[in-house]
Structures are given as structure tokens and as C-alpha cells.
């Protein structure tokens, strides 16, 4: 929806919605990677990193422009 506002152009999608989502999620993620450490052996961080980043580009496949996955990947890892 919000693609089709710009006419092939995507200022609004990027300045609206993509980048204050990717500031967000690092930050959630951020926190959750500590609270993540603090709780868990290091193989177990390791596979619940490689579920969320899963998940995540999952959602932006199927939520999300396509150029918006590539970018939510490169925020968790």
C-alpha cells in the first residue's frame, strides 16, 4: 500500500515506514540479543538468533517490499 502511494517512487515507504521499522527492530533486538546472552548458553543464543532472523525474512516476504528483507536480515546479524 504504501508503494503505491509514490508513484515508483519509494521516499514514502523509506521515510515512513522501512526506516523507522529497522531503528525499531534493532533496538527490540538489541535488547532481546542481551537478555538473550544473560539467560542462555552460547549454542543456545546461536539457534534463537538463526530462528529470528528466519522468522524475520519470513515476514518481510511475505509483509514487506522485497527490498526490505535483505535490510531486516542485515539488522540482526
Same mark, same amino acid.
Request: proline content about 1%.
Given at each position: ?16 515506514? /522501512?526506516?523507522p521499522f529497522l531503528l525499531q527492530s534493532a533496538e527490540?533486538?538489541?535488547? /532481546? &540479543?542481551? =537478555?538473550?546472552? #544473560?539467560?542462555?548458553?552460547? &549454542?543456545?543464543?546461536?539457534? =534463537? ?6 522468522? /524475520?525474512?519470513?515476514? #518481510?516476504?511475505?509483509?514487506?517490499? =522485497?527490498?526490505? /528483507?535483505?535490510?531486516?536480515v542485515r539488522v540482526l546479524e
Amino acid at each position: 500500500m504504501l508503494m503505491s502511494l509514490g508513484l515508483d517512487n519509494r521516499s514514502v515507504y523509506a521515510d515512513d515506514f /522501512e526506516t523507522p521499522f529497522l531503528l525499531q527492530s534493532a533496538e527490540f533486538y538489541r535488547l /532481546e &540479543s542481551q =537478555k538473550l546472552l #544473560a539467560e542462555n548458553s552460547a &549454542s543456545v543464543y546461536i539457534r =534463537k538468533v538463526a530462528a529470528r532472523i528466519s522468522e /524475520e525474512a519470513e515476514r #518481510a516476504v511475505h509483509y514487506l517490499d =522485497k527490498s526490505t /528483507e535483505e535490510r531486516i536480515v542485515r539488522v540482526l546479524e
